[in-house]
């Protein structure tokens, strides 16, 4: 593993085994551990983290894609110390400078009229806020969403998620109406966008009534297993989609604030300009902090009501996002995604061209995915295969997500700091485990 001048300080908590238990008995039974063996993470900094008995791994996840620019990064820790020792919670009803300062500050940040924050906590809420404004200013019920997508947990959000997995056996809602899915490796259009769209268009004149509120989008699916939408489908899809008077929803939940490399925002990728971006994740390093950004003429369909959020907008984690924001400016976190991204796949398809189990290597910058398969003709998921990889490489002390419907999928998108060193690692260690199947 590369050398790192960090030495985590002595854990005195309880044992693993403990923690275990009272998780066990006081936690949600619905929640799931990533090993078979679990790992105890009780310290991190920047791209490593560390158990209680010292031992240090390369985090190739980031707290699925949130940790953007670092665990523990001293400036985010700086602002946020600071800020603490000022005043740690009032609400929108008063006046405060670190909300109107970081709404600003993010509002510059985005293209077109794209002008007007709200902040809420999570990125599901995001979704939800995004489409309540979709159908309160186009007056219209009827959303589009992907299959394989994934949007949230809530009872509103559920509704959009394309597979199963994340699906309560429950009603989710009505009006939500899932589109072929553009997979330009699984699809049968493969990377002909605009045939992937001549879906949507079938879905608005046979399931809706000719008129929708919204269309929301990953540019990469995220939880689906990194799976890039094929090249021109969102200009074709966000035209059908505003001529049936509905407006464009760009989930950034995970590709914003340059972590594709070649734009900011992954919406950037498909040369469109959305309506309404959620985001939340990577804008606050960890911290409980998400934000939808809208134009004026759209917000302006919620006025009419009050709209009152108790933790938006709190002033510790609005001085957290401000500090992301310089973080990734000044650290050229965006060229570094580029720059790192690149040899990373450059270097896993070099892996893929030795070991047939890897059926397809994708993604942009530092936001990858390595999918495996028993067979590269049928494309028959190894779900199997990559857990015995997994637990091989965690035990070699990389941390790696996995994801896609099958859980065939290896999610790889460290913090933003990861280096070359760091892929270099990676794919040797990956190597190694795939070679013990």
Same mark, same amino acid.
């Given at each position: ?63 699925? +894609?949130?940790?953007? &620019? ?45 002008? +007007? &924050? ?51 056996? @429950? ?14 490796? %699984?699809?049968? %259009? ?86 309404? +971006?959620? @985001? ?86 530092? @936001? ?58 990676? &794919? ?10």
């Amino acid at each position: 593993m590369p050398d790192f001048d960090h030495k985590p300080a002595p854990y005195k908590g309880p044992s693993k085994e403990d923690v275990l238990a009272m998780r066990k008995q006081h936690l949600s039974p619905s929640l799931f551990l990533h090993f078979k063996k679990p790992v105890m993470i009780v310290e991190g900094k920047m791209q490593y983290l560390f158990d209680e008995r010292g031992r240090r791994y390369l985090d190739a996840f980031a707290g699925i +894609v949130t940790v953007s &620019v670092g665990h523990c990064h001293p400036e985010v820790n700086k602002a946020i110390h600071a800020q603490n020792e000022l005043l740690q919670h009032t609400t929108t009803i008063y006046l405060n400078p670190q909300v109107a300062e970081y709404a600003k500050e993010l509002a510059d940040r985005m293209p077109g009229n794209l002008k +007007v &924050v709200y902040f809420v906590n999570s990125g599901s809420e995001a979704n939800d806020m995004a489409i309540m404004l979709a159908r309160l200013h186009t007056r219209n019920w009827d959303v589009l969403c992907l299959r394989n997508a994934y949007h949230g947990m809530s009872i509103g959000t559920m509704g959009t998620c394309g597979h199963h997995t994340w699906k309560q056996p @429950m009603p989710q809602g009505f009006g939500y109406h899932h589109a072929l899915n553009p997979d330009p490796y %699984h699809g049968a %259009h493969g990377d002909n966008g605009p045939a992937y769209a001549a879906d949507v268009a079938d879905l608005i004149s046979a399931a809706t009534p000719g008129q929708v509120a919204a269309f929301i989008a990953e540019t990469i699916q995220g939880v689906g297993g990194t799976v890039p939408l094929a090249s021109g489908y969102l200009p074709a899809v966000y035209k059908m989609v505003r001529d049936a008077g509905g407006v464009c929803i760009a989930d950034e939940v995970q590709t914003g604030f340059g972590r594709t490399g070649s734009h900011y925002w992954g919406f950037q990728r498909q040369g469109v300009v959305p309506d309404i +971006v959620t @985001m939340a994740k990577g804008i606050g390093n960890g911290l409980p902090l998400a934000a939808v950004v809208t134009t004026p003429e759209i917000a302006a369909s919620m006025a009419s009501r009050l709209h009152f959020n108790t933790y938006g907008g709190n002033p510790v984690c609005s001085a957290g996002g401000r500090a992301v924001l310089r973080v990734v400016d000044q650290e050229k976190r965006q060229e570094h995604c580029k720059e790192v991204g690149d040899h990373l796949i450059s270097r896993l398809k070099a892996l893929a061209a030795k070991h047939d189990i890897i059926g397809d290597v994708r993604g942009a910058g530092l @936001m990858l995915g390595l999918e495996m398969v028993k067979d590269r003709k049928t494309k028959e998921p190894a779900k199997a295969e990559l857990a015995a990889v997994m637990e091989t490489m965690k035990d070699e002390g990389v941390l790696m997500g996995k994801g896609g419907l099958h859980g065939n999928v290896f999610r790889i998108k460290p913090p933003m700091c990861f280096s070359r060193a760091d892929a270099d690692y990676l &794919v040797d260690v990956m190597d190694l485990a795939i070679g013990k199947l």
